[in-house]
Each structure stands twice: as C-alpha cells, then as structure tokens.
Nanobody, 127 residues
Framework: QVQLVESGGGLVQAGGSLRLSCAAS????????MGWFRQAPGKEREFVAA????????RHADVVKGRFTISRDNAKNTVYLQMNDLKPEDTAVYYC????????????????????WGQGTQVTVSS
C-alpha cells in the first residue's frame, strides 16, 4: 500500500506560479497511475490532471490546460503539478491520488478510479 504526502501549496497572487509535489512511500510509484484533483469550499472534488505509469501520456482538465503541467519522477517517487498563471478560481485544496489501474480510459478523470489519496495541500490565489 502506498502513502501519499502533498506539499508546495500556499498563498500566491493571481498570475503567479506554484509547484506542488506528491511524495510516495511504502511502494514504488512506478506501478501507479497518478492524478491530481482539487476541491474548493462547497464544491465537489474535480479532476485536474493525470499521468500514466510510464509518463507516456498525460491528461489535463480543460480549465487548466496550457497553465498546469503534471509530471513524475519515478526515481524520486514523486509526482509534480506545475501551476502557472494562477487565477483566483484555482483556489482549492489539491489532492494527489494513485491507482494501480491503467490510464487508458476516461475513468481516469473520476475519483472512483483512484484507491489511494493524500491529505491535500491548500492553494490560495489572491486577486
């Protein structure tokens, strides 16, 4: 079983950048499809990005496409979310998630695809 710990959140002005990290322990990260989700107050958790086990393919939600980039370093057992040109509507708690399933379906966009979750890191974007 894998344990996930997110870091890198914080307060940033609109237009700024942050890089979130998700460090895995307990099992090698390379066996997992990884995803990032976010949840704003009063809203459902929503998909942000996902990356396949080998980094061969990525998916990004339309609302972050061109601004956010997911990547992974399996040697460091870490997944990243580079967030540029942040907007106030990006304010949320960001969660990383892991699944042993392959990322070849649209299920990768859903929370039910993932069995393991981190505790989340807060990102606040001021206007």
């Amino acid at each position: 079983q894998v344990q996930l710990v997110e870091s890198g959140g914080g307060l940033v002005q609109a237009g700024g950048s942050l890089r979130l990290s998700c460090a895995a322990s307990g099992r090698t990260l390379s066996v997992y499809t990884m995803g990032w989700f976010r949840q704003a107050p009063g809203k459902e958790r929503e998909f942000v990005a996902a990356i396949s086990k080998s980094s061969g393919s990525t998916r990004h939600a339309d609302v972050v496409k061109g601004r956010f980039t997911i990547s992974r370093d399996n040697a460091k057992n870490t997944v990243y979310l580079q967030m540029n040109d942040l907007k106030p509507e990006d304010t949320a708690v960001y969660y990383c998630a892991a699944s042993t399933r392959y990322s070849g379906s649209t299920m990768v966009l859903t929370t039910s695809f993932y069995a393991y979750w981190g505790q989340g890191t807060q990102v606040t974007v001021s206007s």
